[in-house]
């Protein structure tokens, strides 16, 4: 079974920092393009950042381009979403996500990010 | 970004009742190698996403046949045949025929 657990959520300040992990099983994790998408509270889903099965291609959203780093660790099967210089709005729950036949196949139940003073 | 058109944003549901949510993308999601890479996603309350739709029509493995995608273009649907109270929650259409992919602002299905 596929299954995604993300974690490292909490309360930040602004400007503060923050690592969140995804830690993959029941697949081969090496060969998915993963991603992290945010969803604000009791709003929409936002694509944030994706990256390949080998980890040498990376694309974020622009809202947090130059702030969020995306990485993966093959060898644990883990995700990571490392996140500086954080802002009230990107307060939201995250959630990494596995393409398969498309987009977005298989979600985490996601990590609650909070940035408030 | 292509922007996407969810209606209605609110849908009171009878069970065991069609319902019907409408999905309009501001470009035509068909993509340069023929498919069109349009998603529906349900959300129950307290839960993840889950997919059910891939490829405007494709329904996704153990999703119950209630549910269907169709449209083209720029024009799609989700119906559901006959509501059924485990249904309830919102649903989202997504695009990924041109990047960034993109989603719908939502539309809560609830029992009237």
């Known amino acids: 079974e596929v299954q995604l657990v993300e974690s490292g959520g909490g309360l930040v300040q602004p400007g503060g920092s923050l690592r969140l992990s995804c830690a993959a099983s029941g697949f081969t994790f090496s060969s998915y393009w993963i991603h992290w998408v945010r969803q604000a509270p009791g709003k929409g889903l936002v694509w944030v950042s994706r990256?390949?099965?080998?980890?040498?291609?990376?694309t974020y959203a622009d809202s947090v381009k130059g702030r969020f780093t995306i990485s993966r660790d093959n060898a644990k099967n883990t995700l990571y979403l490392q996140m500086n210089s954080l802002r009230v709005e990107d307060t939201a729950v995250y959630y990494c996500?596995?393409?398969?036949?498309?987009?977005?196949?298989?979600w985490g139940q996601g990590t609650l990010l909070i940035v408030s003073p | 970004d292509v922007v996407m058109t969810q209606s209605p944003l609110s849908l009171p549901v009878t069970l065991g009742q069609p319902a019907s949510i409408s999905c309009r993308s501001s470009?035509?999601?068909?993509?340069?190698?023929?498919?069109?890479?349009l998603n529906w996603f349900q959300q129950r309350p307290g839960q993840s996403p889950r997919r059910l739709i891939y490829?405007?029509?494709d329904r996704d493995s153990g999703v119950p046949d209630r549910f269907s995608g169709s449209g083209s273009g720029t024009d799609f649907t989700l119906k559901i045949s006959r509501v059924e109270a485990e249904d309830v929650g919102v649903y989202y259409c997504?695009?990924?025929?041109?990047?960034?992919?993109?989603f719908g602002q939502g539309t809560k299905v609830e029992v009237q």
């Open positions: 997504m695009q990924g025929t041109h990047w960034p992919p993109t």
């Open positions: 470009q035509s999601l068909v993509h340069s190698d023929g498919n069109t890479y």
């Open positions: 996500t596995r393409d398969y036949s498309g987009y977005f196949q298989h």
């Open positions: 990256i390949n099965p080998d980890g040498s291609d990376t």
């Open positions: 490829k405007f029509s």
